[in-house]
T-cell receptor, first 113, second 115 residues
């Protein structure tokens, strides 16, 4: 069974602060996706990282895939209230001839104005 | 235009009843999924269909039966509902066999509450 541990589970910070969310596993993933989910809606993809060591930036968000493709981090610079939401990492792995995503339990971020 | 739409958005029903949730995607994707998100927000795969064929069937009670009449639709029927079935059920779709680089597009969820 592929498991993804996310930390922290909850994070409440002031507007303008920086933060990092971690996603760790003992399993290797072919790629890792980060999603953001807002209340009453489904998750929406932010980024996919594929290569070990890969870094991708999306405005103030920086995503990194670990060299061994077992872990990932999401760093937000100068957090804004609009960043508030549930951040989910999801590892892609193959099985029974298809791929599936295993989701972490999420990090609930609250950015206080 | 809504890409992945689920109905109903809310479903409140008595224990023991049978209910269905419908999902449709207009993205032209080949693969569709059902996920269950519990009260702690843990999102877990239940089923996946590719071109109407079942390809992922996780350990789910056989009271849950997915049906895919065509590749744009994946419905979920639940028999003899139990209290533990209360959760938010998400439908999603992706292109191809859900390969690791393909994003999954989610509906807005169906909030099922069992009384």
């Amino acid at each position: 069974t592929q498991l993804l541990e996310q930390s922290p589970q909850f994070l409440s910070i002031q507007e303008g602060e920086n933060l990092t969310v971690y996603c760790n596993s003992s399993s290797v993933f072919s790629s890792l996706q980060w999603y953001r989910q807002e209340p009453g809606e489904g998750p929406v993809l932010l980024v996919t990282v594929v290569t070990g060591g890969e870094v991708k930036k999306l405005k103030r968000l920086t995503f990194q895939f670990g060299d061994a493709r077992k872990d990932s981090s999401l760093h937000i610079t100068a957090a804004q209230p609009g960043d508030t939401g549930l951040y989910l990492c999801a590892g892609a792995h193959s099985g029974a001839g298809s791929y599936q995503l295993t989701f972490g339990k999420g990090t609930k971020l609250s950015v206080i104005p | 235009d809504t890409a992945v739409s689920q109905t109903p958005k809310y479903l409140v029903t008595q224990m023991g009843n049978d209910k269905s949730i419908k999902c449709e995607q207009n993205l032209g994707h080949d693969t569709m999924y059902w996920y269950k998100q519990d009260s702690k927000k843990f999102l877990k795969i239940m089923f996946s269909y590719n071109n109407k064929e079942l390809i992922i069937n996780e350990t789910v009670p056989n009271r849950f039966s997915p049906k895919s009449p065509d590749k744009a639709h994946l419905n979920l029927h639940i028999n003899s509902l139990e209290l533990g079935d209360s959760a938010v059920y998400f439908c999603a779709s992706s292109q191809g066999l859900g390969g690791g680089n393909q994003p999954q597009h989610f509906g807005d969820g169906t909030r099922l509450s069992i009384l």
